[in-house]
């Protein structure tokens, strides 16, 4: 009898669902809205249906789906409980138990950038090592651990936000974060930073760059336009680097990961970025781990599908 | 039948010994030279020789000893195979499988500072808690990462190596630490580092200071001094707790550890240290992580011979 999982990507606007073989072959994916009203009462029990409908779709028995595994945007502890979602309007939910109980089967939860690492460490980008972190670095920075092919989740689910290490003087960077300090990782190295940072630059100084012309400037103007060798560009790509090589050798002498993996939309930059960023870090890395890979994310939005099925797909 | 196991702490000049009950009640404890002529070749079998001597005194046989557990100073990969150890003279050593080939038992290695993590979290200071992080300040600066009461060696073994994160600018800490780099949280938070920086401080001015009587200077007679008010001191105390809490911010952001333990010669400084070093980290720590506790340690030498003996404890 043919066995399989569901991996499921929770977010603020869809919920991306997927069909796996226990082996980690996609059968099938779609969408359905992510319904917030009613502080997202409806949330759990659509997704719930929505893998009826497909079970019954396909024939499948809960006998032959081993799990279901469910990556949500919040901290979440012992793969169960979700600590708040403010984008899905969830005070603390027994995210694993409740949907356990809705479809009869097996769940686990986490966060959804740590379901994202996982998924790069099972089937991605850091695919055949186990021990993997993974830098996710959009509008801000994610981040996950991956020791052993497991998710290290930490006591408050707070694990893997290595976009809040405070790695800069607060005169370095542009304004408050999110988080409440300034000089976070994620004020350097978020796509919003690289723009911020350079927009400060270009304010500050009078020196020529192709980005003068550009407005409203994206993070991959900026980096398009550093490898394209405009010297204002490039110090703007090189300070950010060299943040991220000295945030990645810190990380190195707490978990000493096999590889690093670079996701999200500022990872588009490619090799460029690889190269930058383990350059940088050689400099700061201790020697016993100063080889250690970086490799570019390679399951886009999917990551967080797969890495919430490989959670459950060996249970 | 009563059910017990051996730790082992091998040092480079003495191997400490315990036998422990499988519940963790130390029942004795000894000592034996470390002989590292030869390359070391004798030193697995000394171990073993004693371990056989001191079941057949107790009249204990191999059934009712569920393992040995041994920590060694150096790198290890996969809880047995030691990647050099130069105090003992080794090379690359299958530690594990050569130990328990000897004595016809199973046998469990791992680093020494990783094993007095492990046992700080069995037995010691942060007894009660999963999810553990070790700072060991003492000639260097030591750590050990514990997650889900299992100790994190990473790819090669280099995990916990807490002490060469290089956390300040490389003019603010004296010559080079001994991995190569300057700006080493070493070189700023080791009893060797205080010392250097407090002498640097005192020869660079002339404010007063009843340091200034004291020759050869200790990290002690600073913390001593910081404690009684002497403002020089505190300056050098306080320069040396803010590194450590912004060291245990960013390890925080990357594990998320239920609570940081202090231990080392250093930590005989005790409550004052811990208040400052938690000051500081809450400057610094991302606000989901932001009450993580800090206790000092409380096992001494014997968290080695401790942590190894947990290892196994539970075979």
Known sequence: MDKYCFGVDLGGTTVKIGLFSIEGQLQDKWEIPTRTENHGAEILSDIAASIQSRMDTGHLSKEQVTGIGIGVPGPVLNENIVQGCVNLGWGNVRVADELSALTGMKVKA?????VAALGEQWQGGGKGFQN????TLGTGVGGGIIQNGRIISGANGAAGEIGHMVIVDSDEVVGTCGCGHRGCLEQVASATGIVNLTEKKLAECSQDSVLREISPLTAKDVLDAAKAGDALAEQAAENMMKQLGRAAAYIACVVNPDI????????K????????????YKDYAFHASADTKFALASLGNDAGMIGAAGMVCTL
């Open 110 to 114: 986490a966060n959804d950038a740590n």
């Open 132 to 135: 993997l972190v993974m830098f």
């Open 260 to 267: 690093f993996v670079i996701g999200g939309g500022v990872s």
């Open 269 to 280: 930059a490619g090799e460029y970025l690889i190269e930058g960023i383990s350059r940088y």
